[in-house]
T-cell receptor
Framework: AQKITQTQPGMFVQEKEAVTLDCTYD???????LFWYKQPSSGEMIFLIY??????QNATEGRYSLNFQKARKSANLVISASQLGDSAMYFC??????????????FGTGTQLKVEL | NAGVTQTPKFRVLKTGQSMTLLCAQD?????MYWYRQDPGMGLRLIHY???????AKGEVPDGYNVSRLKKQNFLLGLESAAPSQTSVYFC?????????????FGQGTRLTVV
């Protein structure tokens, strides 16, 4: 069974600083995908970044980057130059190997990030 | 673009009542999903559908039923609501092809069962 672990229930970061949100995963699949979603206080789920298990380079999307360490089974999200609007809950998720079930995502319990002045 | 739309946004039910949550997507996605979100537990998959007329159970299907009669709609039913079903429900959809296909989420439905 797949499992996603986010060990940081809450994190604080100063505005303009970088922050790393931890995510470790457990799977026996060779092919899998890792996602990060942001959930602001308004409740919607916003896709941030994706990393495939066969991707050799770490994914980047603007101020977001994914530090993918396959041997350690970790997929940490790095947010550079934090902004007040980054305050939100962040979820790490893993997709099962594509077997016709599409994106059956397994989610971690989330990390609540608060950006301070 | 509407994306994924959930109806209703809020609902209060009495124990034993029934209701249906509607999810509609306008992106021609093959796959649709229902998740529930509870404090400290992240999102858990209830049921999903890989195409019109097909449904399958997810991680926590008990107490729920679903139907996908039209490609764009995915309905989640509670036949006899229980307080344990108090939660925020999210519908999502995605393309079926490609490994990096993200799931697009609706805005959520906050359900309280008293």
């Amino acid at each position: 069974a797949q499992k996603i672990t986010q060990t940081q229930p809450g994190m604080f970061v100063q505005e303009k600083e970088a922050v790393t949100l931890d995510c470790t995963y457990d799977t026996s699949d060779q092919s899998y995908g890792l996602f990060w979603y942001k959930q602001p206080s308004s409740g919607e789920m916003i896709f941030l970044i994706y990393q495939g298990s066969y991707d050799e380079q770490n994914a980047t999307e603007g101020r977001y980057s994914l530090n993918f360490q396959k041997a350690r089974k970790s997929a940490n999200l790095v947010i550079s130059a934090s902004q007040l609007g980054d305050s939100a809950m962040y979820f790490c998720a893993m997709r099962e190997a594509y077997t016709g079930g599409g994106n059956k995502l397994t989610f971690g319990t989330g990390t609540q990030l608060k950006v301070e002045l | 673009n509407a994306g994924v739309t959930q109806t209703p946004k809020f609902r209060v039910l009495k124990t034993g009542q029934s209701m249906t949550l509607l999810c509609a997507q306008d992106m021609n996605h093959e796959y649709m999903y229902w998740y529930r979100q509870d404090p400290g537990m992240g999102l858990r998959l209830i049921h999903y559908s890989v195409g019109e007329g097909t449904t399958a159970k997810g991680e926590v299907p008990d107490g729920y039923n679903v139907s996908r009669l039209k490609k764009q709609n995915f309905l989640l039913g509670l036949e006899s609501a229980a307080p344990s079903q108090t939660s925020v429900y999210f519908c999502a959809s995605s393309y079926g092809r490609g490994e990096n296909t993200e799931a697009f989420f609706g805005q959520g439905t906050r359900l309280t069962v008293v």
